[in-house]
């Protein structure tokens, strides 16, 4: 496990994953917590997970509770298959992408409960997530001054994929008002009345301040929340990354 770390002044990479499984009957391979990334280059990789000597996919994996300070090229980059992964309680600020799984499509995935600050994506797929091929949550995330949410550069049938995840993708706020559009492959994480949310702004945002992100006592960003579990095994119910003070 890999935790409280403060990684800093990387070029390319911060941490590398690969061909991580857990042995049988352990439910968690690898977990890497309240760890701070802040990168030397714009180009830089926070997390990159790779495939490893044998074709199997990284399994049972979790990241949370980390901060993610770029300007980074990525956050967390997957360039191979995920299976049972979360990626929970983390603060993404000035990354270009937050979040990017590339092919092959990973499986079991929980997005839920981080906050993405500053940045041009949110959640990238190569391929659109499928409902025949794993669960997918994405909840509780917050998005601020972010241009899409999350996109997949490959074709989409928007109607099936709200159809296939209409109960694990949702209480997702931005303060983007404009609309998801399909045409350009965004897809709908966030609903229309959770766009353009006003005390998403009064968030504190000096990265060196432990309350960054954390917004104060907003009874709207609690009610929002809809009570997930995020590791290790908590339940919370509000938005962000973050339990708003008070």
Not at 42 to 64: L, R
Not at 118 to 139: C, M, V
Request: hydrophobic fraction near 35%; charge should be neutral.
């Amino acid at each position: 496990q890999f935790e409280q770390l403060n990684l800093t002044g990387f070029n390319k990479v911060g941490l590398q994953i690969a061909g991580v499984r857990s042995p049988d009957k352990q439910p968690l391979a690898l977990a890497v917590t309240g760890t701070r990334f802040r990168s030397a280059h714009a180009s830089a990789n926070a997390i990159m997970i790779e495939a490893g000597m044998f074709p199997t996919a990284n399994k049972n994996v979790v990241i949370s509770n980390c901060l993610f300070e770029g300007p980074l090229a990525t956050g967390v980059r997957a360039n191979a298959q995920l299976l049972d992964v979360e990626v929970s309680r983390c603060r993404f600020f000035n990354c270009k992408t937050g979040i990017l799984f590339g092919d092959p499509f990973s499986e079991s995935v929980s997005i839920n409960n981080n906050t993405f600050f500053k940045g041009d994506l949110g959640l990238n797929w190569s391929q659109p997530p499928s409902i025949e091929k794993g669960t997918l949550f994405i909840q509780n995330n917050v998005f601020r001054d972010v241009k899409v949410e999350g996109r997949t550069t490959n074709r989409y049938d928007a109607n099936k994929f709200k159809a296939d995840y209409n109960q694990q993708i949702n209480n997702n706020v931005s303060t983007r008002s404009q609309k998801t559009d399909p045409s350009k492959g965004e897809l709908p994480l966030v609903d229309d009345n959770h766009r353009g949310v006003a005390e998403l702004d009064k968030l504190p945002i000096d990265p060196t301040k432990d309350d960054f992100l954390q917004p104060g006592n907003v009874q709207r960003l609690r009610d929002l929340g809809k009570q997930v579990t995020v590791y290790p095994d908590e339940e919370v119910k509000f938005v962000g990354a973050l339990e708003p003070r008070g």
